[in-house]
């Protein structure tokens, strides 16, 4: 519905700012897909705390991308949330293509899943899903469980987490969650009180919901991309 202009002006203004971000963290741009980002730590250059710095940029991204949407509905337009799914594991790296053209990327499952988990995002109620190929590195952040996520083409969950905040309800969350597994009643009447507790905490209410629909246990069977 935009003008060629206007959607120029605000894709061009997003991508400016998600990848002024990555570099900032240390990332590689790989490449723009449409109004999306692709990108990798780890590569050219290899460094200790590559996972961190990417869950650092994941955090950041999704803090410019909520200002983003401030700043042009404040215009008048409608802007969509940003999804973002980051997936630590190893791929392969290098230059891919033919004589007359190739391209600097990354290729294997890890890819592959980061993108899943982008996209599993919308059905969890989550901006930010990580996961890891066996357990997750250290990292100075705090991150939640979501669940134990079966995503689209995978046989195996995986395990997918979200930051947040080091604050009183992160104890109340894990406490519900565990109960998911260990006694499903309770897990009900443990999310029904975060729910009303914490409003605007999304991942509670998805879990608030899914109970109060018959689901139980944290294995999450996702059924689209």
Partial sequence: RL????????VNDYLEGVAGTILKHGGTIDKFLGDGTMSFFGAPEARDN????????????????????????????????????VFYGPAVVGNFGGRDRFDYTALGDTVNTA???????????????IGAESALPDTQHALRPVGRLVLVGKTDPIDAYEPVARDTTLDSYLAAYRALDEDPAHAQSLFDALASASPDDALAAFHKARLADGETGSVIHLKGK
């Fill in 50 to 85: 590559d996972f961190g710095r990417a869950v650092s940029c994941a955090i950041d991204i999704d803090r410019f991308s909520e200002s983003f949407v401030r700043k042009w509905s404040a215009q008048g337009y409608t802007v969509g949330e940003t999804r973002i799914g």
């Fill in 115 to 129: 993108a899943r988990l982008e996209s599993a995002n919308k059905f969890t109620n989550t901006r930010i899903l």
């Fill in 3 to 10: 003008d060629p202009h206007e959607l120029t002006d605000i």
